[in-house]
C-alpha cells in the first residue's frame, strides 16, 4: 500500500504553486489518488509558504505528518519544516543555503525563529539551515543536496536557451529530484510538465529539460531508486479540483444565473472560477430544448458585501439562481441581507468560506470559527438553512442542492466550507460528480401567476407560490406584511407571518433524507462516538482506521445540517453512544455547544484545534487517546 | 394616452405628511409611468428605507422593497437578472447619499440602466429630522440641538463625477416639469439620476417651499447638456460643472448634463457575452425535465486529466 | 579583472557585485543584467560591470531582507553583509504562482 506525504515549499510567488500541482499531475497520472493543500501567509509575494499532499491508492482523506519528502526551495523552509520529515524520508535541498542564520531570514515569524533556535542549541547544533540539516540527518532523514546554479547552468547550455526562461525552471529542478528518488519515473513528471504548461511550448520544453537533467543529477550521485508501483487510477478520465472549483461547477451546474461578490480570501477563487467558465456554449440539441445556445452567467464584483448580498436578493427576485460568496468578514456585512432574504422569503445561496479570525485575524489560514455566525445571523429570529460540506465531493453536491432548497423552500441558504476545503485539492473520479444523482428542484416557481396575485399566500407547508418579480404586480419587503407583501403591524398578521416561516423549516427536517441531515460511519455499537461537521470527515474517517489499530472502536456522527438542528436524529444516534466526543477548528466548542441546546447531550470530551493550520488524522487519534484518559478538552497544535 | 394615471394608484393609504413633497414625487412618477405606458407587472420600483422608501407600496407595480441604503444593489440584481424590465430606485438623502452612498457611486460606475429618484428633503424625515447629508452647514432646523457643522454632499456633483449619464434636478411641487424629467430619465439608456428638491414640512422649517421658490429656476433653452461626442464633452464641459456646482442663491433644475455616448452596464454585458440579453439569468431555463443542462467533464475540460 | 577569485572561488568581480545587476528576488543566484537586458547568473561577467556603491540618493533593494531600503539604509545593511542592491528582479509570470491572500 502507498502512502505517500509530500510538503513543498519556498518563498510566496518563488514557484510553489506550479510544482504543487506538477506533483499532483504526475501522482494523479501515475494512478493515485491525491489531497494536496497550500498553506500561505496573508503576503503577496516572499513569505513562507508551502504545498502538503499526500497520494494512496484509495482516497486521502486527511494531510498527515510527517512527511515522506521535503522539498526545500530556499533556507527558511528547511528551518520551519526539518522536524516534519519522518526517519528514512529524504529532504532535497540546495547546499547553497547551508550557512544561512536563522536570524538573518527577515520574512521569518520571530516567534517561529525562537523556537528553532531553542531547539538547535538543545541539540548543540548551529542555529543556521545547516544545524537543521543536521539534525535531520541525525535522525535518519537522506539529504539530498541539489547544485541549482550549477544545474541552471547545465539547463541553460543543454537547452541552448536565453537564462530568463532557465530561471523559472527552479522548481522543476528541484521537484523532479525528489519526485525521482520517491521512484516517479520520469516520463510521468514529463507528462505532468506539458499538462500543467498546455499551450506554452516553450515553457515546457524548457521544464522538460530541466527534469532530466535533475532527474540525470540524482541517479548519478544517490543511484537509480526503487520505482513506485503504479496506482489503481490509470486509463481513466479524472478530475483535480479544489473545493472553490468545485463549488463553482456546482453553481454552474445548478444553473446559477447571477453571482455577485467582493474579493475576499478564501472565496475569491470560487468567484474566479466561475468567471472563468460564465459564459458556455452548449451543444445544438440542448440550444434546441432549452431555446438559446449560449448560457451566460452574470458575474459583478460588487463595490461591498453589502452590495454583494443585495444585488444577490435583488436577482433572486427576479428569477436568477442567484448566489454570493465571502468570508467570514464579507458575512459580518451581509447580516442583515440575511435578514431581509429571511423575512421577504428570498431564495439566495450564501456561501461562507470560513478562515481564521476574529477579525482580520489570519486570513488565509483555516478554522470553522463561524458555525454559530452563521446559524445566528442576521437579526430578528431569522431561521435559515446552513449546511456544511465535508469535502470536496460533498461540496460538489451541496453547492447544487443548496439552490434547490433556497428555491423550494424560499429561503436564504448558507453554505458553509473553510479555507482548507477551498485552496486543497484532490482527484475525483467521473462516478463522483454524476449527473444522473442532480436534479433541479425550483419548487413553487410559477411562470404565469395571473390576477390577484399573492406573494406571502398562507399555506399548511409555509411555502407561497412564487412569481418572479416583473411577471405580476406585486410587493416585496422586509417590513412585516400581508399576504399580498403589503407592510403592517398587526398583531395577528404578524403572528401568521412568524409561524408562516417557522413551518418552512420544519418542512425542510420533514423533506430532507438523512444523509442531507446527518450521517452516522462505522459501528453504531462502537465505543466512543466522534461528532464534528465540515472538512474534518476525510480527517476523522482516516483516523477512526488508525484508532482502530490502537485497538478503539470509534464511530462517526458527521451533522451535515446545521440549521434547522436535526435534533430528533441526531438525539437518537446519540442516545446510543458510550463516549462522545466533538471534534471542531474553534476555540468555544460552537458544535458542542449546539448538541447540548438541541440534543442536551454535553459531549465527555471535546478536541479542538485554533492554530489556523488543519486538523491532521493523527491529531484526532491523540485527542481521542487523551479523551479516553480523560482530558475534557485537548487542544491539538500540529502544522507550520 | 393608453393608459390612466389611476392605473397605477396602489390601493393603500399614502401615510406622508400633510404638505410634504412626496406626494408630488409620487404624482409625478405615476404620470410618468402612465405616459410611458408601462404595464405595471413590467414596472420595478425599488424602495429604500425611509419616508421615500414607502413610494414602494403606493406604486402599482412589480416592486421591491429594499434594506436602508441598500436599494442600488437591489435594483442592480433585478436589473440585471431581467433586463427588460423598467427599474426605478426611490429613495432619500440619508438612505442614497448617506448609509448608501457606496453604492450610489457605484451605480454610477456601471450605468446599469435604472432610473434614481432622490428625495431630497435634507433631513432624515422617518428618525425625526436629523441632518441628512444633503444640509448646509450652519442650518439649524428645529430638530437639531445646534446648527448642522456637517457640509453638505452637491448630489448632481457627485452623480457627475460617478458617471452617471443622466443628471438632473427636479422640484417635488412641480409636478408636471418633474414628470417629463423622470420619462426622459426612464427612456435613456443608462444610469439616470433626479435631485428632487422637496420641503419636508414638518422637520426641515428652514428649506421650505418659499425658500425654494426663492432660487430655483429651469435651465433656458440655451443651455445645452448633451454629450453627442466626445468633442462635445470637451466643449460643453465648463457650462455643465457650471451649472452642476450651481447651488446657492440660485439653483438650476432641468437636464444638468446627459451623457448619449455610453454603454449601459447590461449592453457592455451584451458585448463580452454576446446572448445575454436574449436569454437572461431571470427568465431562462436552467435544466431539462429537471436534470441539469451542462455536464463538469464537458465544461470544466481545464480540470480534467486522462490518465 | 575578472579573473580575480576569492577564498571561496568566487569571482569578486562580477554581475552579484555590480551596479547593473538586478537579482532575482527569491533565487538570486540568478539575475537581470538591466544594460543588457539579459538574465545572467551571479558570477557572469561582462564589459559593461560596474561596482556596486550606495552614494547615490535613490531606493535599494536588500536581497537579504527581502525589502527595499533607502540609501542610508542600504549603506548600513550593506556594512551588516547583507546583499544589497539598486532593484530586484521580479519574474513577470510571477502572478500565477501567487494566492489571493486578505
Ligand atoms: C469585509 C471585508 N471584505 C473583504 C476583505 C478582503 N480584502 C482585504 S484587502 C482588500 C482590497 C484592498 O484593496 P485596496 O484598498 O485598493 O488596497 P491595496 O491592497 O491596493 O493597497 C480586500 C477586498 C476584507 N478584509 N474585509
Ligand atoms: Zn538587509
Redesign the interface.
Known amino acids: 500500500m502507498t502512502d505517500l506525504n509530500i510538503i513543498i515549499g519556498g518563498p510566496q510567488g518563488g514557484g510553489i504553486e506550479s510544482a504543487g500541482q506538477i506533483a499532483v499531475?504526475s501522482l494523479?497520472?501515475?494512478?493515485y489518488n491525491i489531497l494536496g493543500s497550500r498553506e500561505y501567509h496573508s503576503n503577496i509575494m516572499g513569505a513562507h509558504s508551502y504545498y502538503h499532499l499526500r497520494a494512496k491508492e484509495d482516497k486521502p482523506g486527511s494531510l498527515t505528518l510527517p512527511v515522506d519528502a521535503l522539498l526545500a526551495l530556499d533556507a527558511e523552509t528547511v528551518l520551519t519544516h526539518y522536524r516534519e520529515v519522518r526517519p528514512g524520508g529524504i529532504v532535497v535541498y540546495d547546499p547553497a543555503v547551508k550557512a544561512t542564520r536563522v536570524d538573518s531570514i527577515q520574512p521569518m515569524a520571530p516567534p517561529l525563529k525562537e523556537r528553532v533556535k531553542k531547539d538547535l542549541e538543545s541539540r548543540g547544533l548551529p542555529t543556521t539551515a545547516e544545524g537543521a540539516l543536521k539534525a535531520m540527518e541525525s535522525e535518519g532523514v537522506k539529504l539530498v543536496g541539489l547544485p541549482l546554479k550549477a544545474m541552471l547552468r547545465k539547463v541553460s547550455e543543454e537547452a541552448k536557451a536565453p537564462i530568463a526562461s532557465v530561471s523559472k525552471t527552479v522548481n522543476t529542478l528541484g521537484l523532479s529530484a525528489m519526485l525521482y528518488m520517491l521512484g516517479v519515473e520520469p516520463g510521468y513528471i514529463e507528462k505532468a510538465i506539458s499538462?500543467q504548461f498546455a499551450g506554452k511550448e516553450k515553457v515546457i520544453r524548457m521544464n522538460v529539460a530541466a527534469a532530466r537533467i535533475a532527474v540525470e543529477y540524482v541517479r548519478e550521485v544517490y543511484g537509480e531508486p526503487e520505482v513506485l508501483p503504479d496506482g489503481p487510477?490509470?486509463?481513466?478520465?479524472?478530475?483535480?479540483?479544489s473545493g472553490n472549483?468545485l463549488v463553482a461547477?456546482g453553481k454552474?451546474?445548478?444553473?446559477v444565473?447571477?453571482l455577485?461578490y467582493y474579493p475576499i480570501t478564501p472565496s475569491s477563487d470560487e468567484a474566479l472560477y466561475l468567471e472563468?467558465?460564465?459564459?458556455?456554449k452548449?451543444d445544438d440539441g440542448?440550444a434546441e430544448?432549452?431555446?438559446?445556445?449560449?448560457?451566460?452567467?452574470?458575474a459583478?464584483q460588487?463595490?461591498?458585501e453589502?452590495?454583494?448580498i443585495?444585488?444577490?436578493?435583488?436577482?433572486?427576485?427576479?428569477?436568477?439562481?442567484?448566489s454570493t460568496t465571502t468570508s467570514g468578514p464579507g458575512y459580518s456585512l451581509m447580516n442583515?441581507?440575511i435578514s431581509?432574504a429571511v423575512e421577504?422569503e428570498v431564495p439566495i445561496v450564501v456561501t461562507l468560506w470560513m478562515r481564521a479570525g476574529p477579525s482580520t485575524g489570519m486570513p488565509t489560514r483555516t478554522g470553522q470559527q463561524d458555525l454559530l455566525h452563521s446559524i445566528f445571523s442576521g437579526h430578528g429570529d431569522a431561521p435559515k438553512i446552513v449546511i456544511a460540506s465535508g469535502d470536496h465531493v460533498e461540496a460538489?453536491y451541496d453547492a447544487?442542492k443548496a439552490f434547490n432548497w433556497a428555491e423550494i423552500f424560499q429561503s436564504p441558504v448558507i453554505h458553509l466550507l473553510d479555507k482548507y476545503l477551498a485552496s486543497a485539492m484532490a482527484?475525483l473520479d467521473?462516478e463522483e460528480?454524476d449527473?444522473s444523482k442532480?436534479?433541479?428542484?425550483?419548487g413553487k416557481l410559477v411562470d404565469n401567476p395571473g390576477e390577484g396575485y399573492l406573494r406571502y399566500k398562507i399555506t399548511e407547508d409555509g411555502i407561497s407560490p412564487r412569481a418572479?418579480?416583473?411577471?405580476?404586480?406585486?410587493?416585496?419587503?422586509?417590513?412585516e406584511h400581508t399576504e399580498d407583501g403589503?407592510?403592517t403591524e398587526d398583531p395577528v398578521a404578524r403572528e401568521q407571518m412568524m409561524f408562516k416561516r417557522e413551518r418552512k423549516m420544519r418542512k425542510v427536517l420533514e423533506v430532507l433524507p438523512e444523509e442531507d441531515k446527518a450521517v452516522l460511519y462505522g459501528d453504531p455499537d462502537a465505543d466512543v462516538t466522534l461528532v464534528s461537521f465540515g472538512s474534518t470527515k476525510g480527517v476523522i474517517l482516516d483516523a477512526m482506521k488508525m484508532l482502530e489499530g490502537k485497538g478503539v472502536k470509534a464511530n462517526f456522527l458527521q451533522i451535515r445540517l446545521l440549521s434547522p438542528f436535526p435534533e430528533d436524529l441526531v438525539a437518537d444516534i446519540l442516545s446510543s453512544a458510550k463516549k462522545v466526543i466533538t471534534v471542531e477548528l474553534n476555540l468555544m466548542g460552537q458544535l458542542a455547544f449546539l448538541l447540548r441546546a438541541h440534543t442536551g447531550v454535553k459531549p465527555d470530551s471535546q478536541v479542538i484545534k485554533v492554530n489556523g493550520r488543519p486538523i491532521y488524522d493523527y491529531e484526532v487519534v491523540e485527542g481521542v487517546l487523551k479523551a479516553l484518559d480523560g482530558a475534557g478538552r485537548v487542544v491539538v497544535s500540529g502544522g507550520s | 394616452m393608453a393608459r390612466s394615471w389611476l392605473e397605477y394608484k396602489?390601493p393603500?393609504w399614502v401615510q406622508w405628511c400633510p404638505g410634504c413633497g412626496d406626494f408630488g414625487i409620487l404624482n409625478a412618477i405615476y404620470r410618468a409611468v402612465a405616459e410611458l405606458d408601462i404595464p405595471?407587472?413590467?414596472l420595478?420600483v425599488?424602495g429604500g428605507i425611509g419616508c421615500s422608501g414607502r413610494t414602494?407600496?403606493y406604486v402599482?407595480?412589480?416592486?421591491?422593497?429594499?434594506?436602508h441604503?441598500?436599494a442600488?444593489?437591489?435594483?442592480?440584481?433585478?436589473?440585471?437578472?431581467?433586463p427588460?424590465?423598467t427599474v426605478i430606485v426611490a429613495g432619500g438623502d440619508g438612505d442614497l447619499l448617506g448609509i448608501g452612498g457606496?453604492?450610489f457611486?457605484?451605480l454610477g460606475r456601471r450605468n446599469v440602466d435604472i432610473t434614481v429618484i432622490l428625495f431630497d428633503n435634507a433631513v432624515y424625515g422617518l428618525t425625526k429630522g436629523q441632518a441628512a447629508p444633503t444640509l448646509p452647514a450652519w442650518i439649524k432646523t428645529k430638530a437639531l440641538t445646534s446648527p448642522n457643522i456637517h457640509d453638505n454632499v452637491n448630489p448632481v456633483l457627485l452623480a457627475f463625477s460617478a458617471g452617471y449619464t443622466f443628471v438632473a434636478r427636479g422640484y417635488a411641487y412641480h409636478t408636471s416639469q418633474l414628470k417629463e424629467l423622470i420619462k426622459t430619465a426612464v427612456r435613456h439608456k443608462g444610469a439616470s439620476f433626479i435631485d428632487v428638491l422637496q420641503p419636508c414640512p414638518t422637520y426641515n422649517n428652514v428649506m421650505t417651499n418659499k425658500w425654494y421658490e426663492e432660487r430655483i429656476y429651469y435651465v433656458g433653452e440655451d443651455y445645452d447638456p448633451i454629450i453627442r461626442t466626445r468633442e462635445d464633452f470637451k466643449e460643453k464641459l465648463p457650462a455643465i460643472m457650471e451649472k452642476l456646482l450651481e447651488f446657492g442663491d440660485r439653483i438650476p433644475l432641468g437636464i444638468l448634463y446627459w451623457d448619449q455616448t455610453k454603454d449601459s452596464f447590461e449592453e457592455r454585458?451584451e458585448k463580452?457575452?454576446?446572448?445575454?440579453m436574449?436569454?437572461?439569468?431571470?427568465?431562462?431555463?436552467?435544466?431539462?425535465d429537471?436534470?441539469?443542462?451542462?455536464?463538469?467533464?464537458e465544461?470544466?475540460k481545464?480540470?480534467?486529466?486522462?490518465? | 579583472m575578472n579573473n580575480r577569485r576569492s577564498g571561496n572561488g568566487r569571482r569578486e568581480v562580477a554581475c552579484h557585485s555590480c551596479a547593473h545587476w538586478r537579482p532575482h528576488i527569491f533565487y538570486p543566484i540568478l539575475g537581470l543584467c538591466s544594460v543588457r537586458g539579459v538574465l545572467t547568473f551571479e558570477d557572469d561577467w561582462c564589459e559593461h560591470y560596474k561596482p556596486l556603491s550606495y552614494g547615490e540618493d535613490r531606493f535599494y533593494w536588500c536581497v537579504t531582507c527581502r525589502m527595499r531600503l533607502t540609501a542610508v539604509e542600504a549603506r548600513e545593511h550593506a556594512s551588516r553583509g547583507h546583499k544589497v542592491y539598486l532593484s530586484g528582479y521580479i519574474d513577470p509570470d510571477v502572478r500565477e504562482e501567487i494566492y489571493d491572500a486578505f
Do not use: C, W
Not at chain 1, 28 to 31: H, I
Not at chain 1, 252 to 255: H, Q, S
Not at chain 2, 272 to 276: D, E, N, S, T
Open positions: 499531475k494523479v497520472l501515475k494512478g499538462l487510477h490509470k486509463g481513466k478520465v479524472r478530475m483535480v479540483a472549483d461547477m454552474i451546474v445548478a444553473g444565473g447571477f455577485s472563468r467558465h460564465k459564459y458556455v452548449l440542448m430544448k432549452v431555446g438559446y445556445d449560449r448560457l451566460s452567467v452574470v459583478v460588487m463595490e461591498d453589502l452590495a454583494s443585495n444585488a444577490a436578493i435583488g436577482a433572486a427576485l427576479a428569477g436568477a439562481r442567484s442583515e441581507g431581509l421577504a460538489f447544487i482527484s467521473r460528480l449527473l442532480v436534479v433541479i428542484d425550483r418572479r418579480i416583473g411577471d405580476a404586480v406585486m410587493y416585496m419587503t422586509g417590513l403589503k407592510a | 396602489a393603500a405595471p407587472e413590467r420595478v425599488v414602494t407600496f402599482k407595480g412589480s416592486n421591491a422593497h429594499a434594506l441604503g441598500r442600488i444593489p437591489m435594483a442592480t440584481g433585478i436589473k440585471l437578472a431581467r427588460e424590465l457606496g453604492h457611486v457605484a454585458l463580452i457575452m454576446p446572448g445575454y436574449q436569454a437572461p439569468p431571470g427568465t431562462r431555463r436552467i435544466s431539462v429537471g436534470r441539469p443542462i451542462v455536464d463538469p467533464f465544461v470544466f481545464d480540470r480534467v486529466i486522462v490518465t
